[in-house]
């Protein structure tokens, strides 16, 4: 089992940047992957990226790629979300997760994070 704990989230201007940064309890192994979610109210909860611990492979939803970094703390515990040019649309609840499989769907993560508030609004 793992504890995830999410921080980094609030409200930002469009255009503007954060970093979300998710912090594990325990070691990640390479064998795991670890990704971000959002949701936004009303809607299902949506891949945004996602890191294979192990190779440090990256994949970014559509929607993001270009504006949005993922990256790991070295051989640490934690991962990162760098977010540039947000957009109202990328308004949401943003969660961590980690599973032991490479995908973009939600049922294939094992563990998650309560989640964090990002709102991106003039």
């Known amino acids: 089992q793992v504890r995830l704990t999410e921080s980094g989230g609030g409200a930002v201007q469009p255009g503007g940047s954060l970093q979300l940064s998710c912090v594990a309890d325990?070691?990640?192994?390479?064998?795991?992957?670890m990704a971000w979610f959002r949701q936004a109210p009303g809607k299902e909860r949506e891949f945004v990226a996602r890191?294979?611990?192990?190779?440090?492979?990256?994949r970014y939803a559509d929607s993001v790629n270009g504006r949005f970094t993922i990256a790991k703390d070295g051989p640490g515990n934690a991962i990162f979300l760098q977010m540039n040019s947000l957009k109202p649309e990328d308004t949401a609840v943003y969660h961590c997760a980690i599973g032991r499989q490479s995908s973009n769907w939600h049922g294939d993560y094992d563990y998650w994070g309560r989640g964090i508030q990002v709102t991106v609004s003039s």
């Open positions: 890191i294979a611990w192990g190779f440090g492979h990256k």
């Open positions: 325990r070691r990640i192994y390479s064998s795991n992957f």
